[in-house]
């Protein structure tokens, strides 16, 4: 497993835009496939995106396709969620999350996870 640390989370306009970090610990991130989830008040935790190991290849929920961006930097062991055009249905508690397998990330079930970071999208 690795440790991970969000940060970037705050109060924003409806419009504007945040971009979260996913601070991780451990020698072996660039191994890990990395995803951000998100849970608002009084629902279920939901998908956000993920990416693979390498950067090659990454996944959205169609509710932020063209409006959210997942990247990574290995050489930083830091995972990034450029959150664009935010609409008040964004607010929610973000999570990171990580997982040596894609698969596992992407259906909301990795190994690891972070505190979570909050964004709040104000109308």
């Known amino acids: 497993q690795v440790q991970l640390v969000e940060s970037g989370g705050g109060l924003v306009q409806a419009g504007g835009s945040l971009r979260l970090s996913c601070a991780a610990s451990?020698?072996?991130?660039?191994?890990?496939?990395m995803g951000w989830f998100r849970q608002a008040p009084g629902k279920e935790r939901e998908f956000v995106a993920a990416?693979?190991?390498?950067?090659?290849?990454?996944y959205y929920a169609d509710s932020v396709k063209g409006r959210f961006t997942i990247s990574r930097d290995n050489a930083k062991n830091t995972v990034y969620l450029q959150m664009n055009s935010l609409k008040p249905e964004d607010t929610a508690v973000y999570y990171c999350?990580?997982?040596?397998?894609?698969?596992?990330?992407?259906?909301?079930?990795?190994?690891?996870w972070g505190q979570g970071t909050q964004v709040t999208v104000s109308s």
């Open positions: 999350a990580a997982d040596l397998r894609f698969g596992r990330v992407k259906v909301g079930a990795p190994d690891s």
């Open positions: 990416i693979s190991w390498s950067g090659g290849s990454t």
């Open positions: 451990g020698r072996t991130f660039s191994s890990y496939a």
